[in-house]
């Protein structure tokens, strides 16, 4: 007869005995689950003790020298991926003209702004001289709000190549730098 301990047999405990074990509250097991920490094996409806030791162990480790314990090489890997793939998705919306730089949208509002405050003040000295002999107050009005809605349709322009500040032809924008040989996006 072989009375060689089978190692690979693994201790399965309840909640209160791996608190006990790890000297923690069975609350405290239970929050530390719920961080993702100590998983319950669906056959046995208890914790793997073994595992549940050394999980805890890292968990404290990491926990002195202030690293974050739930946080994975992996998860840290698919962040990185994901905020990459963010940015991709971002210049690409900024090749399709769906998206500008603040700076870009500031200085062609700004410019706008001070065209159309120009040909607003231009309006009382461009209609004192059309309006000046006229008696009949409709067409004075008529004047007025035609000269009125011209310059205000100034504000209604716009034309998403004229913010980018688009290079001539034959001049290499900033977005064709950022395209590599085979057309994709650094």
Do not use: W
């Not at 504000?155 to 994709?184: A, M, Q, R, V």
Request: aromatic content about 6%; charged content about 35%.
């Amino acid at each position: 007869m072989d009375f060689t301990p089978d190692y690979s047999v693994s201790l399965t405990v309840n909640q209160k005995e791996l608190a006990q074990c790890l000297g923690i509250s069975s609350r405290r097991v239970r929050q530390l689950r719920e961080e993702g920490l100590f998983k319950i094996h669906q056959e046995t409806k208890g914790y793997n003790l073994e595992k549940c030791i050394q999980e805890y162990i890292d968990y404290k480790v990491n926990a002195e020298t202030g690293r974050r314990a739930s946080i994975s090489k992996e998860e840290v890997q698919a962040e990185h991926e994901e905020v990459k793939k963010q940015i991709s998705l971002l210049k690409l919306r900024k090749l399709r003209r769906e998206l500008h730089e603040a700076s870009d949208v500031e200085a062609f509002l700004t410019d706008m702004l001070i065209r159309f405050k120009n040909h607003l003040l231009e309006v009382p000295a461009k209609l004192a001289m059309q309006i000046s002999g006229e008696t009949d107050v409709n067409s004075m009005i008529q004047v007025i709000k035609k000269e009125m809605l011209s310059v205000l349709e100034e504000l209604s322009n716009y034309d998403p190549e004229e913010i980018d500040g688009i290079p001539e032809k034959g001049e290499e924008s900033d977005y064709e730098e950022e395209l590599d040989d085979e057309g994709e996006l650094d």
